[in-house]
Every structure is written in structure tokens, then in C-alpha cells.
């Protein structure tokens, strides 16, 4: 990875200020394009060549891209550099067949951008500023720079940090505070009743006042609990709100019936009215209203949602490459959630207690429909906001995630150039030690002669421990270097630069750990390999992943496999109960899971989310597994006393369990 400066603080450039620190990475990168660098020698040319390098994409997030680019933040009416959509009130449209959603003209951005650099006064670029969005950048002078296709959308965040933590946060409210607040009694439905406060008649006291406006809310209420129609509970609710309209007077009570349009339900007109006939005119009318609030009024953060996500969190078995998250999510001392912990949240954690919950809720049924279709599709998540979240203003992320398809065309798999790397490579440089005294930086950095350039302490510091640590790895990774050293890689890879969510699992170069030496096969696997005496190993390291025998690690050990090899047919999920050495090498023994076959799988409704239903039951046998069978690790949460659910990690294809 090439570190090419760090940008003084304490706060971050502003308006064009950022063109001064791209200019030195400009520079360089023209020179590599139109003249070429000549390398003395490299692994396939022992005499060395010439190579011509470009800038092929910008990877940051929203406000830095058009910092970087010069160009409008994302709030404002030029909210996307991509297409030709604009003003805040169309950020939601999803109509992408429409000309507006063509890619932008670079010709026509770049004529925009030299004329505010040919501008005369500030009042003059300004002006220019409001009416395109558009500065001059650094970057124009690259002649293949072209900011609508080469200021990609990063999906880190994007859709983790901006869409997913918008929807659980904001949205559904996943947080403890919402979840344990005393909330306000939602009414079934809204309606503009006459106003007493206006209207009051003359008779009438402020006691009088507060009775009509507790008939109205009475008239509203919702029937607790109610799941569809249930005609019971209707009844019930009916009978009790008639209990209640008895106990008022009966000219407030009138007073409601005239402001409904209603008179009172009497058999022969100019009979007495009593205060009976008003109840059960109101009644008539309440019956032809809704009994349930819409979805937008349901209160979705409750104790129950909150309690099943941390159980979830805390109960399931998981392997130890998958990134842990906060415990107590939702909670102010969990701290802020970064975007690895928001991916395992939204594609592992939250499903899986949100379907648990919510599976047989009718009332419910749309909101997990539509978090289902962010888990699965996330970047279509604006399309059913509006309906089901009215409350919910459509933000630039939506928008922008529209366009992640066009990214995808144009440079691959969104692992290739999302900011994961390079947000953990932040990280490094924030935790190595520093005095804190900023200085300026105006330089790209080729070799270690750049320390001289540097007048901050802090930027020089960082910078030269970053690269001692970048050619000490080097050294230690390279073969001559001596084995005392080597044997100790390990503690300096956890120290110096720890992997996420490592656990403390010895891996050789070897691929296998923790040799047994010959002895007794234990009497389930000889009955398998009928061998009498076997090596058996508590983990081996197979194709970057780590497997343990369920005894060491029980997350390790949980494997989705090709039954007998055979690709065509559905991955199953199993537990590595031994690992063995075997004529080929080494081999699993594996336990599968039973498939259910009677109880519905309310996971069949979200084909692309990765997940399944199987029997918390094994089957009798052992099976022999090669590892080249094994698909992935996956999740395994215990769905109920018999019932457990699967969650394939599988990094490439998604819907593996629905095959």
C-alpha cells in the first residue's frame, strides 16, 4: 500500500484547500501517465521496463469524495456526481429508466469547473458554485479524470454506516432508551374532530372541555394486543369503550355527535333522547373505523426486540473469523458501532432475532418484509421507505446506493474497492504514539528522504513508525529470515498489528496444529475409517480458514459441506467432531444436521438471505468430509428446543441454501 501524506489537523481543509495536498499525488501520477517510470528491475523483467500508472478510482465517503473532487456536498441540490438528478425533493425517485439518471458529461462538468477557475472575484465563483456545484480540481489535471465514473460509491458507507445504521437507529429506533421510555398511548387512527377550544358553547365549563376532548381519545383508542381480526377482542373492546361513554355527560356528549355529522339513534323521532341513544350513535360510528394503528404508528423498539437481539448476540455460535459485536447493542456504553460490527449486525445478528420475533406477527409482517429486503438487496431500501416509514426523509445514501450497479460494471466485486483496508490502515496510524504537535505536509512520500520535508513532529512521527512496521513485517515475512524471529511473528502480528477478532489459535505453515500422537481411534471414528490406531488434530488451517474439532472450538467446528463432494447438490451444515490424518491428507468427521421436514421455514420467504431451518438433532453417524468439500463456516443460533438456524458465511455466492 502506498501512504502518500497525512493531511495537519486539527481540522480538516476546507472550500479548495484540499487541491494544495492533492497537487504533489497529481504531480507524481501525471508524470507515471504520460512520460512513465522506469523500474530497474522487477519479478518478471531482470532488466527492468517502463510502467504507466493512473488513478482508477476515488474510494471515501460522501462529504470527502466532493471535498476531494471539489464538487457539491451531498445535502445539497447537487446531492449526486453521478447522474444527471437534481434538487433535494428528488432524492427518493427510484425511476431509473428515465433520462435524468444518465451518467454526467465529463466535458460539460470540466467546462464548469474552468470557469470558476477563470473567475475574476470570489463573489464571481460563488455565484458560479450555487448555479453548477461545480469548483476546479487538482484532478482535472489528469486528461482521463472523470468524476462520474471514477468517484465510486463505497458500500462500507454507504450502505453499513449510512443506510443500515439509518434504518436500525433511526428508523425501527433499536436502541435501549427507545425501547424501555414510556411511550404515549398510540391511537387506532387520526381524525380531525370539531375543536372544543373554538367552538365551546357557552354553557359549557373547562371541565366540560376536558370531557369532550376524553371522549375523543376514547373514540380513538386502539384494541390492545389485537393480531388480525380477532372478533373477540373487538367485542370486548366495544363493550368496555360503552362502559366508559356511559359515565359522561351526556351534552358533551352531544356535543361529539354533532361535530360527527351523527344524531342520536332513537326509534320514533321526537322521542326523549337520553344519554343511551348518543352512546350508541357514537358506537355505530366507531365500529366503521380502523381498530389497529398503520405500520408508521407501531412501536417496533420494545424491551422483548431488544432482549432477543442481545440473546442472539450472546448465544450464538460463532467462528472466530467472524467480527464480534457490542453485546449490549443499543445501549449508550456500547459505544458507536463501526461498519464491520454493522455488517455482522445486518447480515448475521439482527435478521435472526428480528424473524425469530416477528415471523407469525401480521401487524409486523411489512416492516420485516421490507428490513429483509435492506439485509438482502440493501441498495433498493429507498424504494418501499416512503410507504412503510413516512416519517423517514430520504437521504443522498439512498439515493447514491441506486448506483452501486454502475460501479459494479465498471471495476468488479465491491471487496476490491470498498474503504475496509484502509479504514483499518487509519486505525494503525491513530493508535501509534505521537506528541500531538501538527505540522505541514506537502509532499507524496517515495522514499524515507521525506522526513526532511516534514515541519510537524506528529506527521513525521507517524509516518516513520508506519514504515519501520511496514519493513519489519517485510523482513519477517521473507524466508532467510532467521526462525527465532519467525516463531514470534505471531506475537508481533497481534500486537503490532492485530487482526480483527483473532482468537488465540496456533497456525502453522503446515496447516495443521496440535498433532495427537498415534493411538486408540476412538470407537465412533474407527467404526467410520476402521482403523485401529489414527493422528488425530484439535485445528487445521484450510484455504485462509481456521477448523477445529467441536471439543477445541465449537464455532470452528461448524462447517456447510458438499455431500460426498458432489457440487450440484445443497450444502449441508455438520460439526467437525475429529480431524484426522487419513492416506490423502487430512480429512474432517463430520455430524450433519437433520433437515426438518413438517415445520414451516419462515426463512423460505427471504431466498437471498443465506439462511435455513435444520434439526437441533445430529445425525447417528460420522461422515468423511475432505476439506475441499466444505463451502464455509456458518452461524448456528438455536431457533427453538428442536429447531436451530444456519447462516452461511460464505464470502462469494449467497444463496447457497437455496439451491
Known amino acids: ?23 504533489p499525488v497529481v504531480d507524481d501520477m501525471l508524470e507515471s501517465w504520460e512520460h512513465g517510470i522506469r523500474y530497474n528491475r522487477t519479478a518478471l523483467h531482470a532488466h527492468g521496463r517502463v510502467t504507466h500508472s493512473a488513478i482508477a478510482c476515488l474510494v471515501c465517503d460522501l462529504p470527502a469524495a466532493r471535498k476531494a473532487a471539489q464538487l457539491a456536498g451531498p445535502t445539497s441540490h447537487f446531492f449526486c456526481t453521478t447522474c444527471h ?26 467546462h464548469y469547473a474552468e470557469l470558476w477557475k477563470n473567475a475574476g472575484t470570489s463573489a464571481e ?19 482521463y479524470w ?47 374532530f370539531l375543536d372544543v377550544d373554538l367552538n365551546k358553547p357557552q354553557d359549557f365549563s373547562e371541565k366540560d372541555v376536558r370531557v369532550v376532548k376524553s371522549i375523543h381519545a376514547l373514540l380513538t383508542e386502539a384494541v390492545p394486543n389485537l393480531e388480525g381480526n380477532d372478533v373477540q377482542l373487538i367485542e370486548d373492546h366495544i363493550s368496555e369503550l360503552e362502559r366508559k361513554l356511559l359515565s359522561k355527560k351526556a351534552r358533551c356528549l352531544r356535543f361529539v355527535s354533532a361535530g360527527l355529522g351523527i344524531g342520536p339513534d332513537v326509534a320514533h323521532p321526537g322521542k326523549k333522547v337520553y344519554k343511551a341513544h348518543w352512546v350508541k350513535s357514537l358506537i355505530a360510528w366507531r365500529r366503521t ?4 394503528p398503520g405500520l408508521s404508528k407501531l412501536r417496533i423498539a420494545t424491551p422483548e426486540v431488544m432482549q432477543r437481539i442481545s440473546d442472539v448476540i450472546g448465544t450464538a455460535d460463532t467462528p472466530s473469523s467472524l467480527r464480534s459485536v457490542p453485546y449490549n447493542f443499543g445501549e449508550t456504553k456500547a459505544g458507536t458501532v463501526k461498519a464491520d460490527e454493522w455488517r455482522t449486525l445486518t447480515t448475521v445478528y439482527l435478521p435472526i432475532a428480528l424473524v425469530s420475533l416477528w415471523e407469525i406477527a401480521a401487524s409486523r409482517r411489512a416492516i420485516l418484509d421490507h428490513t429483509m429486503t435492506l439485509v438482502s438487496a440493501i441498495h433498493i431500501v429507498s424504494r418501499a421507505a416512503a410507504y412503510l416509514l413516512p416519517h423517514a426523509l430520504h437521504r443522498t445514501n439512498g439515493h447514491m446506493a441506486l448506483h452501486v450497479w454502475d460501479y459494479l460494471q465498471l471495476f468488479g466485486p465491491v471487496r476490491s474497492w470498498w474503504c475496509f483496508p484502509y479504514e483499518r490502515l487509519i486505525g494503525q496510524l491513530q493508535r501509534l504514539p505521537s506528541n500531538h504537535i501538527f505540522g505541514t505536509i506537502s509532499i507524496s512520500l517515495l522514499t524515507m528522504d521525506f ?23 517485510y523482513w ?36 495443521t496444529t496440535s498433532p495427537t500422537p498415534t493411538n486408540a481411534t476412538p470407537e465412533d471414528l474407527r467404526q467410520l475409517i476402521h482403523v485401529r490406531r489414527v493422528v488425530l488434530h484439535a485445528r487445521t488451517l484450510h484455504g485462509g480458514s481456521v477448523y477445529t474439532r467441536h471439543s477445541t472450538h465449537v464455532g470452528n467446528s461448524l462447517i456447510l ?21 487419513g492416506e490423502q491428507g487430512v480429512h474432517f468427521a463430520v455430524q450433519r444436521h437433520l433437515p426438518l421436514h413438517s415445520h414451516p421455514d419462515p426463512f423460505r420467504h427471504y431466498p437471498h438471505f443465506p439462511a435455513r431451518l435444520y434439526s437441533s438433532a445430529l445425525a447417528e453417524n460420522l461422515e468423511i468430509v475432505m476439506p475441499e468439500w466444505v463451502v464455509s463456516h456458518f452461524v448456528r443460533w438455536n431457533f427453538s428446543p428442536r429447531q436451530i438456524v444456519a447462516v452461511s458465511l460464505c464470502p462469494v455466492r449467497t444463496s447457497l441454501l437455496y439451491m
Open 1 to 23: 500500500m502506498y501512504l502518500a501524506g497525512i493531511i495537519p489537523g486539527p481540522s480538516e481543509p476546507s472550500g479548495d484547500q484540499l487541491n494544495h495536498f492533492l497537487d
Open 451 to 473: 522526513l526532511r520535508w516534514f515541519a510537524g513532529q506528529q506527521e513525521s512521527t507517524l509516518l516513520r513508525s508506519y514504515i519501520q512496521a511496514a519493513k519489519l513485517k
Open 561 to 581: 459441506f458438499y455431500p460426498s463432494g458432489a457440487r450440484d447438490m445443497q450444502p449441508t451444515p455438520g460439526i467437525i467432531r475429529y480431524i484426522f490424518e
Open 125 to 143: 465563483r460563488n455565484k458560479l458554485f450555487s448555479a453548477h456545484g461545480v469548483r476546479w480540481s487538482t484532478l482535472w489535471r489528469l486528461p
Open 85 to 110: 438528478c437534481w434538487h433535494r425533493s428528488t432524492c427518493g425517485r427510484t425511476d431509473i429508466q428515465s433520462e435524468s439518471w444518465r451518467l454526467r458529461d465529463k466535458s460539460e462538468v470540466r
Open 289 to 292: 373505523e380502523p381498530f389497529t
Open 476 to 511: 519477517l515475512n521473507r524466508p532467510s529470515c532467521p526462525p527465532v524471529f519467525r516463531d514470534v511473528k505471531a506475537l508481533f502480528d497481534r500486537f503490532v498489528s492485530p487482526l480483527i477478532n483473532t482468537d488465540p489459535i496456533d497456525v502453522r505453515e503446515d496447516h
Open 146 to 192: 472523470d468524476p462520474s465514473r471514477q468517484i465510486v460509491v463505497d458500500t462500507m458507507h454507504c450502505l453499513l454506516e449510512g443506510l443500515a445504521h439509518a434504518h436500525f437507529r433511526e428508523f425501527l429506533g433499536l436502541t435501549a432508551d427507545s425501547a424501555h421510555r414510556k411511550a404515549d398511548p398510540i391511537p387506532a387512527f387520526d381524525h380531525l
